[in-house]
């Protein structure tokens, strides 16, 4: 299978000090991976890098075969990247529709947003009966559906997703992961999803790579890493 992302060599970090060490990642179209590690490991410095708010002092980051790094943030929504960040990014001040709408910002059609608002709202039916909503008044789960319904206007091909189960009940993780299994089994979207939340995150994803100190200390199927007592006792906390 070909990899849709494939990360060789990455190296990047804040201000001169590094935090990402050399990291490669595969990840075959229409797969989820996932990446654990403990608090501090990189795992948020390894998407902002992927998506271009960390700039990389080494490496190349291919999407479909075509080196990413440098490119603005339009071009990379463009070429099929979303990035939905650790904490959400859902605009308070603006309605659920509104926050939709700028999900579209950068799509080629602008006008033709209509269609994916509208698969959208089939797809979080909530999300519709609040559409007039200021995002302020949001629970959390909604907040977080509101957050991927965002990231899906602008049909993207790899889905960059920090922490989705973060504070939420778990009714609302497995409907979130239940989501996630949907949209690639459907829609062939890649995501590499960041999840503290080993368990839910292995339930779902195809592949997983684990992270400590900035680098990839193990890479495998996610029923391979499961399987290895060592790893899961050492890396996994379980
Ligand atoms: P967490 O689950 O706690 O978010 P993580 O695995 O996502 O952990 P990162 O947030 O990527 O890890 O942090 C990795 C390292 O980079 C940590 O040592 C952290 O202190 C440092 N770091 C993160 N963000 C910044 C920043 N904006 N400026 C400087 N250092 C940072």
């Known amino acids: 299978m070909t990899a ?46 992927l998506s271009g708010m960390v700039r990389p ?3 190349r980051i ?31 001040e603006l309605t659920v529709e509104e926050n939709l709408w700028l999900g579209g910002l950068f799509r080629a059609d602008r006008r033709a947003l209509r269609g994916p608002l509208r698969e959208a709202y089939e797809l ?6 609040r559409r007039r909503h200021a995002g302020h008044q949001l629970s959390g789960g909604e907040r977080q559906m509101l957050a991927l319904a965002r990231a899906l206007v602008a049909k993207p091909r790899l889905m960059l997703l920090d922490e989705p189960s973060l504070g939420l009940a778990p009714l609302v ?3 979130i992961m239940a989501l996630l299994r949907r949209l690639r089994d459907d829609g062939g979207l890649t995501v590499l999803l960041v999840e503290q939340n080993v368990r839910s995150a292995l339930s779902v994803a195809d592949s997983a790579v684990v992270m400590a100190q900035g680098r990839v200390v193990a890479a495998d199927s996610a029923g391979a890493l499961v399987g290895d007592d060592a790893l899961r006792h050492a890396y996994l906390g379980f």
Request: proline share 6%; hydrophobic share 45%.
């Open 4 to 49: 849709l992302l494939r990360v060789e060599g990455l190296t990047a970090g804040y201000g001169g000090v590094p935090v990402l060490h050399d990291v490669d990642l595969a990840v075959p179209e229409g797969t989820i991976c996932a990446v654990l590690g403990a608090n501090g490991a990189g795992k948020t410095t390894l998407l902002r890098t």
């Open 124 to 129: 979080f039916p909530a999300l519709y009966a």
């Open 62 to 92: 291919l999407l479909d075969g075509s080196d990413l790094r440098g490119l603005p943030v339009e071009q990379l929504i463009r070429r099929g990247l979303a990035h939905v960040p650790e904490g959400r990014g859902v605009i308070d």
């Open 57 to 59: 002092d080494r490496g």
């Open 173 to 175: 993780v497995a409907q």
